[in-house]
């Protein structure tokens, strides 16, 4: 191949990389704008008492914005108003994962154990110094 073929080649494909590139950023927006959608129907209808659709709400924010601890924290109210405290737990482990620091995670998370019988660790949570 010449150089000048070579080069061509080389231009062509930086095009289209970066053309990939623009796309893949306007579909992370998009994902994003989505999430945010999500998140702040749900918030609404968890303010109105709708626990299950709020619930599916918040784990499409979850899987549309997986590094956001809020939605997994909505999550994890959700599904503690809906009883079921281990999908709660595991939730609110998430949004601890992703931000030790969040204060409602925290302290529901404490609520979750306390709930399930597990008082120690629900203390434990409780006394857990914020960061603010």
């Given at each position: 191949m010449s150089g000048a073929r070579l080069?061509?080649?080389v231009f062509l494909a930086a095009s289209v990389f970066a053309?990939?590139?623009a796309q893949d950023g306007r579909a992370e927006r998009g994902r994003t704008a989505d999430a945010d959608a999500c998140f702040v129907k749900a918030?609404?209808?968890f303010g109105r008492g709708s626990y299950d659709a709020a619930a599916g709400l918040y784990k499409k924010a979850a899987l549309l914005r997986p590094d956001y601890a809020p939605?997994?924290?909505g999550v994890c109210v959700s599904l503690?108003?809906?009883g079921q405290l281990e999908?709660?737990?595991?939730?609110c482990g998430r949004a601890l994962d992703l931000q030790p620091g969040l204060p409602p995670a925290r302290r529901n998370l404490g609520r979750v154990?306390?709930?399930?019988?597990?008082?120690?660790e629900a203390v434990e949570q409780f006394g857990q110094p914020v960061g603010l």
């Amino acid at each position: 191949m010449s150089g000048a073929r070579l080069l061509a080649a080389v231009f062509l494909a930086a095009s289209v990389f970066a053309t990939a590139r623009a796309q893949d950023g306007r579909a992370e927006r998009g994902r994003t704008a989505d999430a945010d959608a999500c998140f702040v129907k749900a918030e609404e209808l968890f303010g109105r008492g709708s626990y299950d659709a709020a619930a599916g709400l918040y784990k499409k924010a979850a899987l549309l914005r997986p590094d956001y601890a809020p939605t997994h924290n909505g999550v994890c109210v959700s599904l503690y108003d809906l009883g079921q405290l281990e999908g709660a737990a595991r939730a609110c482990g998430r949004a601890l994962d992703l931000q030790p620091g969040l204060p409602p995670a925290r302290r529901n998370l404490g609520r979750v154990l306390q709930g399930l019988g597990r008082l120690e660790e629900a203390v434990e949570q409780f006394g857990q110094p914020v960061g603010l």
